[in-house]
């Protein structure tokens, strides 16, 4: 992704660089209701946003951008960008070599194109997903002197992941039934009010009453298109906030827990223990690269229920 204008404060900061993977941070300030410019994917990238929230829009197609999700762009696939409130982006991205993209294409039992290896733009990302990127990014930032070791954690990562890219039906534009295009963009404009009103607890009434629909109907449509309840989805973006701040050595549980908007510290212990499977004292006791290993050699967990 390139920086929209200078206005946005666009910063990208390699991270690792090999013959087999490029990861940059991305970190942009936008103005709200910012709409950027069309752009063109360079090469085939995989985009883990970890805080903020945007909508990108490719072929007509319009999603939600959060730390819930992952993004899949193919190499010289026009896309643009939109900032629907001035909140603080950071995402980190993945450029692997196109061949070991193909590969993994083909691992999963795809066809094997020159330059188009996703069929989705967007899935959720499950929780050892989003923990593993958050280990190995710690890994990369602490300069872990095993260059191939990261390549390799790297891989088990684009593994995990290449599932999501391609599993299902495509997220073409084909034609749909009125009520469907009505259910698709319900679902998503309750996702951005989440996204930005996480630390809220926001109740079912004033969310309806905030997309337009009746509380009954949000609930089973919001299901039924993103594969999660609506508390489901909030629980998870506040863990995954709560989950960056651990790793940067945030000490205070009980702070914590406010901010991001639990009832008490008890409760914000007992989401995130479901959630992840730790404490959130043991997550901040266990953040180093032996962790990281540990979670490698247990990915077949990813496809486990939701927290």
């Not at 995989?46 to 939600?64: H, K, N, Q, Y």
């Not at 923990?131 to 990014?137: A, E, G, S, Y």
């Not at 679902?187 to 969310?207: P, Q």
């Not at 914590?256 to 992840?276: E, M, P, Q, R, T």
Request: glycine share 6%.
């Amino acid at each position: 992704m390139s920086p929209e204008s200078s206005q946005n404060h666009f910063v990208a900061r390699a991270l690792f660089r090999s013959d087999l993977v490029t990861v940059y941070d991305h970190s942009c300030r936008p103005n709200a209701n910012q709409h950027g410019p069309a752009e063109c994917a360079n090469v085939s990238e995989i985009l883990f946003p970890r805080s903020g929230t945007f909508l990108a829009r490719v072929e007509g197609r319009e999603f939600v951008a959060d730390p819930n999700q992952m993004l899949f762009f193919n190499q010289s696939e026009v896309y643009r960008i939109m900032h629907p409130y001035e909140c603080q982006v950071e995402c980190t991205a993945f450029d692997f070599r196109s061949d070991i993209l193909q590969e993994a294409v083909s691992a999963n039992g795809g066809e094997k194109p020159s330059n188009r290896p996703f069929k989705n733009w967007h899935a959720l990302s499950q929780q050892s997903v989003f923990h593993l990127l958050h280990q190995l990014r710690q890994s990369f930032l602490a300069a872990h002197e095993d260059a191939s070791q990261l390549e390799e954690w790297s891989l088990t990562l684009l593994a995990a992941v290449m599932g999501s890219s391609n599993a299902g039906p495509p997220n073409k534009p084909a034609r749909r039934s009125v009520t469907e295009r009505a259910h698709r963009e319900l679902a998503m404009r309750a996702c951005l009010v989440l996204s930005a009103n996480y630390e809220r607890n926001l109740g079912l009434d004033n969310l309806a009453l905030s997309v337009g629909s009746s509380p009954f109907h949000l609930a089973r449509v919001f299901h039924g298109k993103v594969g999660l309840s609506m508390n489901q989805y909030r629980n998870r973006l506040r863990v995954r906030v709560a989950l960056g701040r651990l790793l940067q050595g945030e000490a205070d549980l009980a702070r914590l827990a406010v901010d991001l908007g639990f009832a008490s510290h008890s409760h914000f212990c007992d989401v995130f223990h479901k959630i992840v499977g730790v404490t959130p004292s043991e997550c901040r006791r266990r953040a180093d690269s032996r962790w990281l290993k540990e979670l490698s050699k247990n990915l077949e967990a990813i496809g486990g229920t939701p927290g």
